[in-house]
Structures are given as structure tokens and as C-alpha cells.
């Protein structure tokens, strides 16, 4: 079992930052590949970003990329997710989840939420314009 909660969600204007973290405890962090979802009120859930178990590869959403960036320490047992420019549209509550099945230690960086095994409650970001 691991548990992950969120942090850092809150309200910001449009073209500003904020900076997500997701803590996990209960097993080793590095044995899990890291990715952040979101889920906007009325629409499906959506792949933001991925970060292998070594933090040597990511994966973004396409139409993220370039704004949004994941990073993990794995001696703190955190995954982030800094996102700038941020958009109206970038309002979500954003989840962390955690991959526990395998792959590569250093490429594997899973897309679909049915990949991942454990997943934090989330966090609200609200985008004003």
C-alpha cells in the first residue's frame, strides 16, 4: 500500500504559476512510476504529466508541454508538478497517482489512469481570468 496527498492547489489569475506536490509514504517511493491527472467538472479525467521510477524520463500531455513540469526526489518521497502560463481552461482538481507493476526503472512513464495502481484524493486549481 502507499498513501499520496496533494498539495498546493489553490486559486491564481490567468498567466500565473503554482506549484503542485504529491507526498507518498508506505513503500519504497522509487519502486513507482509518478503521474499527475486532472479532471475538470463535467469532463473525463486527463493525462497531465508522468515521470519514471529514476525521474530520468517524463511524458506530457501534448497540449501541455512546455508549460507544465514533473519532477520527483525520490530521497523526499515527492513528486512535483510546476505549471506556468497558467489558462482558464487548466481548472481541474489535479491528482497524483502512483504505478507499482513494472517497466522500465528508467523509461517507463505511463499515460492512462488505468495503469496506476494508488491515487491521492487531489487538489483544486482554479484558473481565474
Known amino acids: 500500500q502507499v498513501q499520496l496527498v496533494e498539495s498546493g492547489g489553490g486559486l491564481v489569475q490567468a498567466g500565473g504559476s503554482l506549484r503542485l506536490s504529491c507526498a507518498a509514504s508506505g513503500r519504497t517511493f522509487r519502486s513507482f512510476a509518478m503521474g499527475w491527472f486532472r479532471q475538470a467538472p463535467g469532463k473525463e479525467r486527463e493525462f497531465v504529466a508522468a515521470i519514471s521510477r529514476s525521474g530520468t524520463s517524463t511524458d506530457y500531455a501534448d497540449s501541455l508541454k512546455g508549460r507544465f513540469t514533473i519532477s520527483r526526489d525520490n530521497a523526499k518521497n515527492t513528486v512535483d508538478l510546476q505549471m506556468n502560463s497558467l489558462k482558464p481552461e487548466d481548472t481541474a482538481v489535479y491528482s497524483c497517482?502512483?504505478?507499482?507493476?513494472?517497466?522500465?526503472?528508467?523509461?517507463?512513464?505511463?499515460?492512462?489512469?488505468?495503469?496506476?495502481?494508488?491515487w491521492g484524493r487531489g487538489t483544486q486549481v482554479t484558473v481565474s481570468s
Open positions: 497517482a502512483a504505478e507499482a507493476h513494472g517497466g522500465s526503472y528508467y523509461y517507463y512513464t505511463p499515460r492512462s489512469p488505468n495503469d496506476y495502481d494508488y
